[in-house]
T-cell receptor, first 109, second 112 residues
Framework: TQLLEQSPQFLSIQEGENLTVYCNSS?????LQWYRQEPGEGPVLLVT?????EVKKLKRLTFQFGDARKDSSLHITAAQPGDTGLYLCAGSNFNKFYFGSGTKLNVKP | EAQVTQNPRYLITVTGKKLTVTCSQN?????MSWYRQDPGLGLRQIYYSMNVEVTDKGDVPEGYKVSRKEKRNFPLILESPSPNQTSLYFCASSLFLTYEQYFGPGTRLTVT
């Protein structure tokens, strides 16, 4: 069962543009995480959000957890080619993890 | 260096031949987990372990076994592999309270 839906699945943009990736669910999660994965490697954790309405910033990346703890968004400002990769959201409940299917981002120079 | 290691990184085997994929972490993490990643499906949790001798099923446990006899090791066992278990497998670990997972480099398994 896919509890987390990510959109869009693919995103190809020019360097300098802004973008937002969404992660939605009908389930409430105790925490939500965002990972980035490069080809041939394991996912790397970017951020964990635990409180409804929480906003966290990591340089040009802004993460938001929905008030009801069912959804999250990742906003990238002025994207750079180094941001290219697969972005995954993951929700956790009762010691289990559920991942979205990912958003493949390509930032063209 | 803090890391999660997996072996082997690549494995091609035949249907029914038992295999084990090893996973080891050097961060003294309590929580360890196995995932499989398939195109369009993201990562799906196979099994997880809260600590030594404590394991539980994830979303897709059928056809897999695990054991946690030592805190640092969490092997994944396929007793009788089938072609539908062809996938990219990741092991991950984290501290119990944070659940901020560190992933291994992955094992690409092909079952013919």
């Amino acid at each position: 069962t896919q509890l987390l839906e990510q959109s869009p699945q693919f995103l190809s943009i020019q360097e300098g543009e802004n973008l937002t990736v969404y992660c939605n669910s009908s389930s409430v999660f105790s925490s939500l995480q965002w990972y980035r994965q490069e080809p041939g490697e394991g996912p790397v954790l970017l951020v964990t959000v635990v409180t409804g309405g929480e906003v966290k910033k990591l340089k040009r990346l802004t993460f938001q957890f929905g008030d009801a703890r069912k959804d999250s968004s990742l906003h990238i400002t002025a994207a750079q080619p180094g941001d290219t990769g697969l972005y995954l959201c993951a929700g956790s409940n009762f010691n289990k993890f559920y991942f979205g299917s990912g958003t493949k981002l390509n930032v063209k120079p | 260096e803090a890391q999660v290691t997996q072996n082997p990184r690549y494995l091609i085997t035949v249907t029914g031949k038992k295999l084990t994929v090893t996973c080891s972490q050097n961060m003294n993490h309590e929580y360890m987990s196995w995932y499989r990643q398939d195109p369009g499906l993201g990562l799906r949790q196979i099994y997880y372990s809260m600590n030594v001798e404590v394991t539980d099923k994830g979303d897709v446990p059928e056809g897999y076994k695990v054991s946690r006899k030592e805190k640092r090791n969490f092997p994944l066992i396929l007793e009788s592999p089938s072609p539908n278990q062809t996938s990219l497998y990741f092991c991950a670990s984290s501290l119990f309270l944070t659940y901020e997972q560190y992933f291994g480099p992955g094992t690409r398994l092909t079952v013919t």
